[in-house]
């Protein structure tokens, strides 16, 4: 090997794709002729020295050789990287890791994310995969460690996890312990396949025997445990158990009784040869035990049992004790009926949801409440069993279509114990507020949309007789009222005014700035434009503030394109500059100044990279320069740009000086360590100093570079082999 070779010690083998921080590997094939498809697959060449790898942050450059083998080099002389492994496997612990998050989520599993630097450990020591929100954990151990260190590891994690499964490492002595725990050990490897690594998983026994086969080929069984296709082949069908089922009690299987079990939703998440796993909702038909005391259950709600224990009888039917019961709501698609359609029941629902939504219409004009059989009764005929699921299914046809200023009717309704119905929290999710409501938030919503109603429908003229009821007698002062304009102002005020104020608690600016317009002609008293003036400055300052944001995305969008614009790929450049293009049209000239100038030179920067050559391009100019150039030195004399110009016929004296140092990189690309590099016939205008890119071009083709000093002599001694040589 050359004495270069064995000098230089920051030549790798792997890298990662994208950024410095990144996580995606890359792995440079040392044959030549592997060089090509890598090219091919990375034809951003974005490069580094990662921080994951244990590496300095810089720039890589993949290098290709006949007569050595192909690395990367660092492009950056600044600093010496202190990088500790460098070979085809240093970067096994990422191809690991993401191998393994993908294999999980293809087996269903959500919140999955690799860990390459857990607490109290260095890169490359573990690699953690976590997933189902945390809970579970597959480890991989690539570092040696102690028996009492991996105990002591293992038992830390039992107690924080739900799930945990262990994978050995090529260097990790801990497989053989693991196999007198539970019978066999799991190992994992990476080899290299064409321009990648492939992961493998092996399983060991007893016997050290270690069976590999792809990732892929492996199952993750319901418990967690990653089943290999010799653990799913083992006797009976069966993978050894577990430690925790080896220490668990037996569980006793229930009898069921025939029809009293419902399975519904099925969703496949799992599959082995003996076995397919589905996750389904369980609707159990049982017996259900409560005190004398309780009160007697209605048969349309839902009910959880509180302090119950489950027995089964004899007859193999279900038994559960309870100490009471507490209703809950019925998560049901406001599509959802228990009862059968029939060709009347377009017409019938329709009738219906009338009937309904005059009853409600008339209690908020009498500034009332009605609960659920009152309701029944005065708008329903008697017999019209409704569900939980119709009552929602009518009321959401009730409310919709949803507009500004409308109230939510719902609210009228009012449960057993006084307050909102069971299903008033499901209107209110399906009609766009947010789940999961607190207690709290559903009383207050219900309070204020009564409100609402009661002054919404306070304005109206006239009073529609509800079905099957008498009119009520009204009392003219009261009908008087409900005409007056001022009252009608008022109560649209109040209206507008809520729907303002909601608005801004959501920082729904938009609409509280429409809102404001309306207030504006409505507010008469002192008060009512107070109020308005306090809406209309929150306005104000929201545009300012949103301005603000615009003007720091900019800002940040800007100062991403200063750092990092020289090292992205023309189309990523595309992409950042035109997202600051676009934001910088919706700010002031002034506001953005600076921002502006930054974007129109990057913009010019931009123009000038998509008239430059592209690799094909540069690659036949190399030939053409190649041939040139050894004919200068059959001749023994130098040349220079413009006369290769003239020689070649190609504009090669206009092309960008980095363009220049990829040419002349091609031209030595093949030329052997120890002649001279061609480039050094190109000279300076006055023919006597070397072009001012010889001492890139040494560096790009990886040759010791002589210091700024020393270059003239290293330039004279490379021309007298080449005249000599002739």
Not at 420 to 438: C, I, M, Q, T, Y
Request: charge should be negative; include cysteine; hydrophobic fraction near 35%.
């Amino acid at each position: 090997m050359p004495l270069l070779e064995e000098e230089d010690t920051r030549k790798v083998q792997t890298a990662v794709s994208g950024h410095t921080h990144s996580d995606v590997p890359v792995f440079l094939p040392t044959d030549a002729d592997d060089y090509d498809e890598f090219i091919r697959l990375h034809p951003q060449r974005a490069f580094y020295c990662g921080m994951l790898l244990g590496g300095c942050g810089n720039r890589l450059s993949p290098k290709q050789y006949r007569d050595r083998k192909c690395h990367f080099a660092h492009v950056s002389a600044a600093e010496r990287c202190q990088r500790a492994e460098r070979d085809e496997a240093s970067a096994d612990h990422l191809y690991i890791g993401r191998a393994l998050a993908a294999w999980l989520k293809k087996q269903g599993q959500r919140g999955v994310q690799p860990v390459y630097k857990p607490k109290m450990h260095e890169v490359r020591e573990v690699v953690d995969v976590l997933y189902s929100g945390g809970s579970r954990l597959l480890r991989v151990q690539l570092a040696r460690r102690s028996k009492r260190e991996w105990e002591e590891a293992d038992a830390e994690l039992r107690a924080r996890r739900s799930g945990l499964d262990w994978f050995m490492g090529p260097d990790s002595l801990l497989a053989n312990w693991q196999v007198d725990r539970q019978g066999y050990a799991l190992r994992v490897q990476c080899r290299s396949v064409g321009a990648g690594r492939e992961v493998e998983v092996g399983t060991q026994f007893p016997d050290g025997s270690v069976e590999w086969t792809r990732l892929t080929e492996c199952t993750l069984a319901p418990d967690g445990r990653v089943l290999t296709p010799r653990l799913l082949h083992a006797k009976n069908d069966t993978p050894p158990p577990s430690e925790t089922e080896q220490q668990a009690p037996l569980q006793v299987a229930l009898p069921i009784a025939p029809g009293s079990v419902t399975l519904n939703d099925a969703t496949l998440i799992g599959a082995t040869e003996a076995e397919h796993f589905y996750e389904v909702s369980v609707r159990v038909t049982a017996r259900l035990s409560l005190p004398s005391q309780t009160s007697f259950l209605d048969s349309r709600w839902a009910y959880q049992p509180i302090g119950a224990t489950l027995t089964v009888r004899d007859d193999g039917l279900w038994h559960i004790a309870a100490d009471s019961v507490r209703p809950v709501e019925v998560e049901r698609s406001p599509d959802t009926s228990t009862e059968p359609p029939s060709a009347e029941a377009p017409s019938h629902n329709e009738e219906t949801v009338a009937a309904l939504r005059g009853a409600l219409e008339d209690t908020a004009r009498n500034r009332g409440m009605v609960n659920m059989a009152m309701l029944r009764k005065r708008a329903l005929p008697t017999e019209d069993e409704l569900t939980i699921g119709r009552w929602l299914n009518l009321l959401l046809q009730i409310e919709r279509p949803r507009l500004p200023g409308k109230p939510v009717l719902s609210a009228l309704i009012k449960g057993p114990d006084g307050g909102p119905a069971p299903f008033f929290r499901d209107v209110l999710e399906h009609l766009g507020w947010a789940k999961n409501l607190s207690d709290t938030n559903v009383l207050s919503l219900w309070n204020r949309e009564i409100r609402r109603a009661h002054t919404a429908y306070l304005t109206t003229t006239s009073t529609p007789t509800p079905a099957r009821q008498e009119p009520e007698r009204r009392s003219p002062s009261r009908t008087k009222l409900s005409d007056s304009p001022a009252l009608r102002r008022r109560a649209a005020y109040d209206v507008f005014i809520d729907l303002a104020r909601e608005a801004q608690r959501a920082n729904d600016f938009t609409y509280v700035e429409q809102l404001t317009v309306d207030l504006e002609a409505l507010a008469v008293s002192t008060v009512e434009q107070q109020a308005v003036h306090e809406l209309t400055d929150w306005t104000t300052d929201q545009a300012a503030e949103e301005l603000y944001q615009d003007w720091e995305r900019l800002a940040a969008l800007t100062d991403q394109l200063n750092r990092e614009g020289d090292d992205l790929h023309l189309d990523q450049l595309r992409r950042l500059l035109h997202r600051a293009e676009k934001l910088a049209q919706s700010l002031a000239a002034e506001l953005a100044t600076d921002e502006r100038r930054d974007i129109a030179r990057w913009r010019e920067h931009v123009a000038r990279l998509a008239e430059r050559p592209t690799l094909s391009e540069i690659c036949r100019y190399a030939t053409a320069v190649r041939l040139a150039l050894r004919w200068a030195a059959r001749e023994r004399r130098t040349t220079t740009w413009s006369e290769l110009t003239q020689r070649i016929g190609a504009p090669l004296a206009g092309l960008h000086s980095d363009d220049k140092v990829s040419v002349l990189v091609e031209v030595d690309r093949e030329t052997l360590e120890d002649n001279p590099p061609l480039s050094a016939l190109i000279t300076a205008h006055d023919t006597r100093r070397p072009h001012p890119l010889y001492r890139q071009v040494l560096f790009n083709l990886d040759r010791l570079t002589p210091a700024p000093e020393a270059l003239y002599l290293h330039w004279r001694m490379a021309l007298r082999r080449h005249f000599e040589g002739r």
